[in-house]
């Protein structure tokens, strides 16, 4: 392999000059880290207030308000029906925020509540056949965005950047949000 071979290898493996090497696979020691993790976040808020909106005005345009789709969402991923305080504590909203948006997607016929055989005061929130549809086709859509994105991203990668986001999320996760 030529150097200019090399270098565009490592250009592709996502190495520029100081990086790679087994350096990648060990450790960062906490200082070090903190470091690379405020980089994260750097990207991460810019990043999420232009989905945030991106999704918003999208929504705007099928009539979905941001809230239930989240609710919607939340139920489709979980694949389970749930409770308004289990949303909560998952989403890391507020009980009563959950519930006006539950309370909204059941006038608009996208959630039911049912009985829930553990709780007689807290029922459980599921899907209708309308809110599934819903949510399947937002989703559709918004795919359509994301496999624009480049960078030959490998599933590695995403693995990574799931697992770091979550172990960030993990550290906040005793933060009250009510």
């Known amino acids: 392999m030529t150097e200019n071979e090399n270098e565009n290898e490592n250009?592709?493996?996502?190495k520029g000059e100081g990086?790679?090497?087994?350096?990648e696979s060990e450790p960062l020691p906490p200082e070090e880290l903190a470091g690379r993790l405020y980089e994260v976040f750097a990207v991460l808020g810019p990043l999420y207030r232009r989905v945030t909106r991106a999704v918003e005005l999208k929504a705007q345009v099928v009539g979905l308000p941001m809230?239930?789709?989240?609710?919607l969402e939340l139920l489709r991923m979980s694949g389970r029906p749930m409770t308004v305080p289990e949303m909560g504590r998952t989403l890391a909203f507020s009980r009563q925020f959950?519930?006006?948006?539950?309370n909204e997607a059941a006038e608009r016929e996208l959630v039911e509540a049912i009985a829930n055989p553990a709780h007689q005061r807290s029922?459980?929130?599921?899907?209708?056949?309308?809110?599934?549809?819903?949510?399947?086709?937002?989703?559709?859509?918004?795919?359509?965005?994301?496999?624009?994105?480049?960078?030959d991203l490998t599933g590695a990668d995403v693995d990574a950047c799931v697992r770091v986001l979550t172990n960030l999320l993990d550290v906040f996760k005793d933060v009250d949000v009510n």
Not at 19 to 23: N, S, T
């Open 123 to 151: 029922s459980l929130i599921r899907l209708t056949d309308a809110g599934r549809t819903a949510i399947d086709t937002l989703i559709a859509e918004e795919s359509g965005l994301l496999e624009r994105v480049d960078g």
């Open 67 to 71: 809230g239930i789709r989240v609710v």
């Open 98 to 102: 959950v519930q006006r948006m539950v």
């Open 11 to 14: 250009d592709r493996a996502g």
């Open 19 to 23: 990086e790679g090497g087994g350096e």
